[in-house]
């Protein structure tokens, strides 16, 4: 159990500039792994397996892609007691992202806003904090996993995203117990265009091919789970899950942040440009999981995201047909203990 109750930490953080919190909370994550400092948040780790896409996640809790953009806080993050852990989005140059400020907390609705832009140091930086880790020689019967999650440089023109795309995909390729390919962020520019019938086919197809090349070279077939967003209407749903499945994609990533002000409106920073994530987007991202689960059916791995700021709410993404969830903001806003509460919940749900 950590040493420190969130509650006494959250008002210094949250005096700060969003972003400011941010890096400090990092870089004390980074420079604390492996020290005594890493008992102020580490957590028991919840023995609850399930079997996905070849892969034993240890539980159903994880940490979604975005907070840890470098791979620099990987055993840190372990720490807190969660199954997996996804880190990125890395793209293939380093890139400083988009102009500061862009990041917001919406407090009275536990929401933040973000216009990062797929801000990180590049992969080859991001490869090394990745083989710096070390979770994978952790004695555990069932060892934390670790996601890595894939985009595009944004001066790369769209037409040529695919490129990029392969590019990460074979550097992270062996370091990967999964590999997420992040088409859904709203911060580069035409980014989510690549949702589109024609786009997505064509991207999934090379993905497809480049990934069965690389499991004949490595001896190992890495899943590799595709993320889409929350806006999409019922037909675009339909189609991507047709095309998930006719690429032999492992698995779905529902759903990453919303460009909705509807469940902000009137509140400070509500029209700021950028990704909306928090307790608004629960319900559309409980939606597009059903609606991905009626479509794809029972076998087919969905891991959900998107408002999770209790365990209940954990349950109830379960209950919308995710096998396993991600948290992020409620991470910010309730603290590690939020892992843990989690995860016992729908390990008690499950039973029932």
């Given amino acids: 159990m950590s040493l420190i109750p969130y509650a006494l930490t959250r008002p210094l953080l949250f005096g700060m500039d969003a972003e400011a919190a941010h890096d400090l909370t990092m870089d004390m994550l980074a420079r604390g792994q492996h020290t005594p400092l890493q008992w102020a948040w580490c ?25 840890d953009k470098n791979a620099r806080c990987i055993d840190a993050l372990g720490a807190m007691g969660f199954g997996f852990v996804e880190v990125g989005t890395v793209t293939p140059k380093p890139q400083p992202g988009n102009p500061k400020p862009r990041m917001f907390r919406l407090p009275e609705r536990q929401a ?48 040529d995203a695919t490129r990029d795309y392969l590019t990460c995909l074979e550097g992270v ?38 990934r069965e090349a690389l499991a004949v070279q490595q001896g190992r077939r890495v899943p590799v789970f595709v993320k889409i967003a929350p ?34 409106k009137g509140l400070r920073h509500a029209e700021e440009t950028g990704g909306l994530s928090g307790a608004p987007v629960y319900e559309a991202s409980n939606r597009v999981i059903a609606q991905l689960r009626a479509a794809l059916g029972q076998g087919f791995p969905i891991i959900g995201v998107g408002g999770i700021l209790s365990a209940e709410d954990a349950v109830g993404k379960i209950r919308a047909g995710a096998d396993v969830v991600q948290i992020y903001t409620g991470l910010v806003y309730q603290g590690p203990a939020l892992v843990v509460q989690a995860a016992r919940a729908i390990k008690t749900a499950g039973r029932r």
């Fill in 43 to 67: 957590n028991e780790t919840v023995h609850d397996p399930i079997q996905l896409a070849g892969l034993t996640f240890p539980n159903r809790v994880g940490l979604a892609a975005g907070l």
């Fill in 231 to 264: 806006d999409l209407q019922d037909e675009q749903v339909a189609v991507i899950a047709a095309t998930l499945q006719r690429h032999g994609m492992d698995g779905v990533i529902a759903t990453n942040t919303t460009i909705s002000r509807e469940a902000v």
């Fill in 173 to 210: 390729y062996p370091h990967a117990d999964y590999v997420t390919v992040n088409i859904s962020s709203p911060n580069t520019q035409n980014l989510r265009a690549l949702q589109s019938d024609a786009a997505l086919d064509a991207l999934l197809a090379a993905i497809a091919e480049r």
């Fill in 112 to 159: 933040l806003i973000n216009r990062f832009g797929f801000n990180n140091e590049g992969l080859e930086a991001f490869l090394g904090n990745v083989q710096r880790s070390r979770f994978r020689a952790a004695a555990r019967q069932h060892r934390m996993l670790l996601g890595l999650n894939i985009g595009k440089n944004a001066t790369t023109p769209i037409e």
